[in-house]
């Protein structure tokens, strides 16, 4: 059986078509800016879209807290300054969606911040499929004057976690927590801490129910807490008042019972006088 041979001309058209289809695939995941849709104006809301559904949404208010060198007056020594993050509701969105990984790429003032989260899937004890973020990384260039001011040998910078394993949250559902949950990133300017801290968040980067739909919440301990916190004192001032209540009501019954008995005088000398 004779084999095939290509000529230039068909092989150059079989490796544009090629290109052209993983293009195609490559345009069918999009990210989607729905901040305008939140009440809340910290909150931002993004999503990424894969064939026209959505495979990853993100619903969160970010702060991130960066340490940064500025020369001394005198000249000579180093102090550090911090520089304060929100993330803005007006950022660009790019992002990946997998059957056991995905990411999301949150961007600003042109690239020069970019925050990555990236989710895993994987099953745990007894069979149990759960989805994390596995890591969190943030790249800015100290050389942006507007958060950073006078700053050392500006540049660019990255800072990522370290074997992350975070908000983990059963398969099909979607992670809700109203209560900060903070990240400390290790950075290539000299190792420094930077801190990113997450609040109002629901997130989901696996099995939406739905387009632009989240699946069950699956509320994180601290909010559990709080909440229990917040009731408690009204569990047990109902409990005390109830503990009153029966106390007066078994008070009040004793009286009445008290009151219907016939009365014997204390003095019984004069009955042996009749």
Same mark, same amino acid.
């Given at each position: 059986? *004779?084999?095939?041979?290509?000529?230039?001309?068909?092989?150059?058209?079989?490796?544009?078509?090629?290109?052209?289809?993983?293009?195609?695939?490559? +345009? /069918? &995941?999009?990210?989607?800016?729905?901040?305008?849709?939140? /009440?809340?104006?910290?909150?931002?809301?993004?999503?990424?879209?894969?064939?026209?559904? %959505?495979?990853?949404?993100?619903?969160? +208010?970010?702060?991130?807290?960066?340490?940064?060198?500025?020369?001394?007056?005198?000249?000579? $020594?180093?102090? %550090? /300054?911090?520089?304060?993050?929100?993330?803005?509701?007006?950022?660009?969105?790019? *992002?990946?969606?997998?059957?056991?990984?995905?990411?999301?790429? #949150?961007?600003? =003032?042109? *690239? +020069?911040?970019?925050?990555?989260?990236?989710?895993?899937?994987?099953?745990? $004890? =007894? *069979? %149990?499929?759960?989805?994390?973020?596995?890591?969190? &990384?943030?790249?800015?260039?100290?050389?942006?004057?507007?958060?950073?001011?006078?700053?050392?040998?500006?540049?660019? @910078?990255?800072?990522?976690? @370290?074997?992350?394993?975070?908000?983990?949250?059963?398969?099909?559902?979607?992670?809700?927590?109203?209560?900060?949950?903070?990240?400390?990133?290790?950075?290539? $300017? @000299?190792?420094?801490?930077?801190?990113?801290?997450?609040?109002?968040?629901?997130?989901?980067?696996?099995?939406?129910?739905?387009?632009?739909?989240?699946?069950?919440?699956?509320?994180?301990?601290? $909010?559990?807490?709080? !909440?229990?916190?917040?009731?408690?004192?009204? #569990?047990?001032?109902?409990?005390?008042?109830?503990?009153?209540?029966?106390?007066?009501?078994?008070?009040?019954?004793?009286? =009445?019972?008290?009151?219907? &008995?016939? &009365?014997?005088?204390?003095? !019984?000398?004069?009955?042996?006088?009749?």
């Amino acid at each position: 059986m *004779g084999r095939r041979v290509f000529s230039t001309t068909e092989s150059t058209r079989l490796l544009l078509l090629g290109v052209l289809a993983l293009s195609v695939v490559l +345009a /069918e &995941q999009e990210g989607e800016n729905l901040s305008g849709l939140s /009440e809340n104006p910290d909150r931002a809301i993004f999503a990424v879209r894969e064939n026209s559904t %959505t495979c990853l949404m993100v619903e969160f +208010a970010v702060k991130i807290l960066v340490p940064y060198d500025v020369l001394a007056l005198n000249g000579i $020594d180093l102090i %550090t /300054e911090q520089a304060y993050f929100t993330l803005p509701r007006s950022a660009d969105i790019e *992002g990946k969606c997998g059957a056991t990984e995905s990411e999301i790429h #949150i961007s600003w =003032k042109n *690239g +020069a911040y970019l925050l990555r989260i990236y989710f895993s899937k994987e099953f745990r $004890d =007894k *069979g %149990t499929e759960v989805w994390k973020i596995s890591k969190v &990384q943030f790249v800015y260039d100290t050389s942006e004057t507007s958060h950073f001011i006078n700053a050392y040998n500006p540049g660019k @910078h990255t800072a990522s976690t @370290h074997r992350l394993s975070a908000l983990v949250t059963p398969a099909g559902r979607s992670y809700v927590c109203a209560a900060q949950q903070s990240f400390t990133l290790i950075s290539s $300017d @000299h190792q420094k801490g930077i801190s990113v801290s997450m609040y109002d968040i629901q997130l989901q980067p696996f099995d939406m129910a739905s387009d632009f739909m989240f699946g069950e919440p699956y509320k994180c301990i601290m $909010d559990q807490r709080e !909440r229990l916190e917040e009731t408690l004192p009204l #569990i047990l001032g109902l409990i005390l008042g109830l503990i009153i209540i029966i106390t007066l009501t078994i008070y009040h019954f004793h009286l =009445k019972l008290t009151a219907n &008995q016939p &009365q014997l005088p204390r003095d !019984r000398s004069m009955y042996k006088n009749m």
